[in-house]
């Protein structure tokens, strides 16, 4: 039986992210993907600032550039298109627009080509997996079917990824159920080209009226989608295509209809789930498989790569020997409350905009317009109800700082260059003032080095770090591979970092790589 380090179930964003970051970092892989060419309809339309960061640390950010656009952000409008609150996404704490609207199909043909780039990495189209089992508590059996022949092959491997969707067959063998969070709603999704650009605002429109909920997205060029709630007793059959017509015209102003061509319509449960648990020894879940959440804040697809990019190093310092288990353990202790405060989020926005009897319309959006207006912007909402990772073994408590701690550092200039840049894929210590870190003893050093870990000093010119370090009230921080604060202080204290690392299981000084 052939054995490889991982094995990921499924070829979707997240597990193609997955299988690159592996990639990267040399660990043997095989993706196994149910559909033999990349499914071809649109789905996911948007990812943050984040995660294109994410995609720039795998060295696409010129391709995912290419296929995506900038959009402004979120445009709250009533039932007459009147407009009650612009909700701007125009900062670039990540170094990339905060959103940006993008075609599924063309994104998963940036990522296959990207895997196809490493030869650590193989990918098998057109295979079901049929059967997950744990051998052992560090091996686990793989068996999956050709779709077209019948054949069956089997592998084992040291850690499987579950990215195989909300029909996740590696759900079952973690064992986890799906905690419902008490959101459920069926919406008409219509998705439309058409040669000529209609006269639309460029974002996103947010329609906040309790009887026909409606979001609208100029998706690329020429691409359009809607999005409109069922009302109770609506099915999908009852929409023609001179009703579904009749719900975009405001939108279709002096565009001629006969050349709008409809690419899809279907009907979408939107559900907001988090399951119990992510992991049961070497087999995790991550993406639908793990969570699945509303549509309102855009972080459906979001979600999954930020599970990817959370895992994968991880798994990486434990199959090469610089890491026990106990690094494994953090995967699911921080994604989950994570991705649970999304979820909510998520369904508290969309209970804001769209919830609701038909008579609280009115006294809604006038709250929407005057609250939006004390805020200011979207970007103070979002960062007061953004969550971070709490205190835990690879973030560590900062006291005053303890707010966070645990979050993403963002990515500012450093030297006249992008900080990831500077500092690659691992781990870094980002200070400035005195250089303390040579009076280290050689031992401590040494642990870092053999870490990885690229030390960066700030000058005064480096406005934009400084910022961030003044905002952390901290002169020094240590930064995770997936660039969270794990630390942040006064000034780079060495010794208490490296024993709190130590303390969660990483050791790069010690341990033998697994066969």
């Known amino acids: 039986m052939e054995h490889v380090p991982v094995v990921i179930i499924g070829a979707g964003p997240t597990g193609a992210s997955a299988a690159i970051m592996l990639g990267r970092r040399g660990i043997g892989t095989l993706v196994l993907e149910r559909w033999p060419d990349i499914y071809p309809l649109p ?40 407009v009650l609150a612009d909700l701007c996404r125009t900062r670039k704490v990540h170094g990339y627009p905060q959103a940006n609207m ?96 209609l006269d639309v605002y460029d974002g996103v429109q947010q329609v906040c009226d309790n009887d026909r909920a409606a979001t609208f997205m100029p998706v690329t060029p020429g691409r359009y989608r809607w999005e409109f709630r069922l009302k109770p007793g609506e099915r999908p059959e009852d929409f023609d295509h001179d009703a579904v017509l009749e719900l975009t015209r405001p939108w279709l102003r002096g565009a001629d209809v006969d050349e709008l061509t409809f690419m899809r319509q279907t009907c979408y449960t939107f559900r907001g789930v988090v399951a119990d648990r992510w992991r049961d020894g070497r087999v995790f879940l991550l993406g639908d498989a793990a969570h699945q959440t509303p549509p309102f804040i855009g972080q459906g697809m979001c979600a999954g790569i930020r599970d990817a990019a959370n895992l994968t190093w991880k798994l990486a310092l434990v199959l090469t020997g610089a890491a026990d288990e106990r690094v494994l353990d953090t995967y699911e202790a921080e994604r989950l409350p994570y991705a649970r405060r999304v979820v909510r989020i998520a369904i508290g926005v969309g209970a804001v905009m769209t919830g609701g009897p ?44 303890r707010k966070r701690t645990g979050d993403v550092f963002g990515q500012p200039v450093v030297a006249g260059a992008r900080l990831d840049d500077v500092i690659g894929e691992g781990w870094a210590i980002v200070h400035r003032g005195p ?71 990483i050791a790069p000084a010690t341990g033998e790589a697994e066969r």
């Open 358 to 401: 038909t008579r609280f319309t009115r006294p809604r959006n006038a709250l929407i317009r005057g609250a939006t207006r004390l805020l200011g912007t979207e970007d103070r909402l979002v960062t007061t109800l953004w969550p971070t990772f709490a205190p835990g073994p690879l973030v560590h408590d900062g006291g005053r700082l």
């Open 102 to 197: 993008f075609d599924q199909p063309e994104l998963e043909a940036v990522l296959r080509n990207a895997m196809g780039k490493y030869e650590s990495v193989r990918f098998w189209g057109g295979v079901e997996v049929v059967d997950i089992q744990h051998l052992d508590a560090k091996r686990v059996h793989v068996r999956y079917r050709e779709t077209e022949t019948g054949a069956e092959h089997e592998v084992s491997a040291d850690a499987v990824l579950g990215c195989d969707g909300a029909n996740s067959i590696t759900r079952g063998v973690v064992g986890a159920r799906m905690e419902d969070l008490h959101f459920e709603q069926q919406w008409l999704v219509v998705d439309v080209s058409t040669p000529r650009p």
């Open 435 to 505: 250089d303390r870190i040579t009076a280290f003893d050689p031992d401590t050093r040494a642990f870092f080095d053999r870490l990885g870990t690229v030390v960066v000093r700030l000058s005064d010119a480096d406005s934009e770090a400084n910022a961030l370090l003044d905002h952390l009230r901290a002169d020094a921080v240590l930064l995770r591979p997936d660039r969270v604060v794990a630390a942040a202080g006064d000034t780079p204290d060495l010794r208490v970092w490296q024993r709190r690392l130590v303390a969660a299981g």
């Open 43 to 82: 789905r996911a339309v948007h990812f943050d600032d984040e995660v294109f960061r994410t995609f720039a640390g795998m060295a696409l950010a010129d391709e995912v550039r290419a296929i995506s656009r900038p959009a402004p952000g979120m445009r709250l409008v009533d039932s007459r298109q009147r």
